[in-house]
């Protein structure tokens, strides 16, 4: 199993990004999804998930109205829209995938990808 995230990068205070959660090796349709983040110096935090029928989608408060996740089965693949970034938003993002998962900060993810920085200067 392997989950391949991309798509960050260095955007001013105000801009946007995609990421997106490559999966293989796993049926994905069977996986909950999640987006975390680790900033320098902070706590591992759930950013958003989603359930593996994508019917259930959670997002951490700090984030809501400005970031969407979603999912696309047929590419294997997740994303996180991110827009209106923010200073803080600057982290490593990584992905997860847990079986029949719901897409909750609480589940316990099987897998995790490698991570890609997203770089928010103010």
């Known amino acids: 199993v392997q989950l391949q995230a991309s798509g960050g990068g260095l955007v001013q205070a105000g801009g946007s990004l995609r990421l997106s959660c490559f999966a293989s090796g796993l049926t994905f349709s069977w996986y909950g999804m999640g987006w975390f983040r680790q900033a320098p110096g902070k706590e591992h935090e759930f950013v958003a998930g989603i359930s593996w029928s994508g019917d259930s989608i959670s997002y951490v408060d700090s984030v809501k109205g400005r970031f969407t996740i979603s999912r696309d089965n047929a590419k294997n693949t997740m994303y996180l829209e991110m827009n209106n970034l923010k200073f803080e938003d600057t982290a490593v993002y990584y992905c997860?995938?847990?079986?029949?998962?719901?897409?909750?900060?609480?589940?316990?993810?099987?897998?995790w990808g490698q991570g890609t920085q997203v770089t928010v200067s103010s």
């Open positions: 997860a995938a847990k079986m029949y998962g719901l897409g909750l900060p609480k589940d316990q993810y099987d897998y």
